[in-house]
């Protein structure tokens, strides 16, 4: 059974950072392609970022270049989002996701607010 376990949202000031995780289970983890998504209340979900399987590239939504670092270890089944410089619009729930061939898995996700 596959399993995608997020954490470490929760409740930060402007300008702040987060560290997301997501442990993965029960899969192949090298072969996946690894993204986060986000998903503010009344949007549509969009990708943040993702990273190769190899962990070798990484590409970024544009609201997020610079700011954001994705990153991954196949040793640990783990992939983190590393979230600098917080805006009240990043407020949402983040996903983690594994993508390979016809095989795509979601987390439950983890809320992420920005306010003062």
């Known amino acids: 059974q596959v399993q995608l376990v997020e954490s470490g949202g929760g409740l930060v000031q402007p300008g702040g950072s987060l560290r997301l995780s997501c442990a993965a289970s029960g899969l192949r983890f090298s072969n996946y392609a690894m993204s986060w998504y986000r998903q503010a209340p009344g949007k549509e979900r969009e990708l943040v970022a993702v990273i190769a399987s190899g962990g070798g590239r990484s590409n970024y939504g544009n609201s997020v270049k610079g700011r954001f670092t994705i990153s991954r270890d196949n040793a640990k089944k783990m992939v983190y989002l590393q979230m600098n410089t917080l805006k009240s619009e990043d407020t949402a729930v983040y996903y983690c996701?594994?993508?390979?061939?016809?095989?795509?898995?979601w987390g439950q996700g983890t809320q992420v607010t920005v306010s003062s």
């Open positions: 996701n594994a993508n390979w061939a016809s095989y795509a898995y």
